[in-house]
């Protein structure tokens, strides 16, 4: 039985993609780099958990601190914010997942929509990329060449990419162009 390469997990919904030496034509020393992005990715998330939850720790231990050296203090602090000078203010914690969720591997800029948009539309974007690549409902060249022409001029275009942070879709407009079922986020084709 041939190794196994972990190259995609979500951890929201505890998904794990596993696939053998030969996916999608990919190498042995491809998957081996994606399996280990992953595993980076893995770390990072337990590094960025541990240095929450240390952050929290340090907190309590401050107003708990400041709780007992000034009970007058805490007294206006509690009736000013309606709640206990102990207790986590409401959201917070959902907040800093939620804006973590967004963050690159490695806090470097580039692409976050694929984790943005859960693993499902990550399949679905993958089977898309296989079919412009086979010709698979390929649209005709004249369409694509509009397409392309069009795509260039565009200001959320960028390096190859609709960026969805502008507006776009996220795709990758090579692959886009190519499938006759395809829209422009902004209706331009």
């Known amino acids: 039985m041939s190794k196994m ?16 030496v030969g996916y999608a034509g990919l190498s042995e020393k491809e998957l081996q780099v994606m399996e280990d992005q992953v595993r980076k990715a893995d ?34 602090w509690e009736k000013y914010h309606g709640r206990k000078i102990s207790e986590p203010r409401e959201g917070v914690v959902e907040k800093v997942n939620k804006e973590n969720q967004r963050q690159p591997v490695g806090g470097k800029a ?3 929509s694929c984790a943005s948009k859960g693993l499902m539309s990550l399949i679905r974007g993958g089977a898309k990329l296989l079919k412009a690549e086979l010709g698979v409902d390929a649209a005709d060249e004249a369409t694509m060449a ?11 275009y960028d390096f190859g990419v609709c960026v969805e942070e502008k507006g776009g879709c996220g795709c990758f407009v090579a692959a886009k162009i190519k499938l006759k079922g395809e ?7």
């Open 5 to 20: 390469y972990e190259i995609s997990n979500d951890p929201t919904i505890d998904a794990h993609i596993v696939v053998p």
């Open 183 to 189: 829209e422009c986020p902004k209706g331009k084709w």
């Open 110 to 112: 580039g692409c976050t």
């Open 146 to 156: 509009k397409r392309k022409a069009l795509c260039l001029k565009c200001p959320i």
């Open 43 to 76: 770390e990072l998330r337990r590094q960025e958990k541990t240095h929450i939850q240390q952050i929290t720790r340090d907190e309590d231990a401050r107003l708990k601190a400041l709780e007992n050296e000034n009970p007058a203090y805490r007294k206006q």
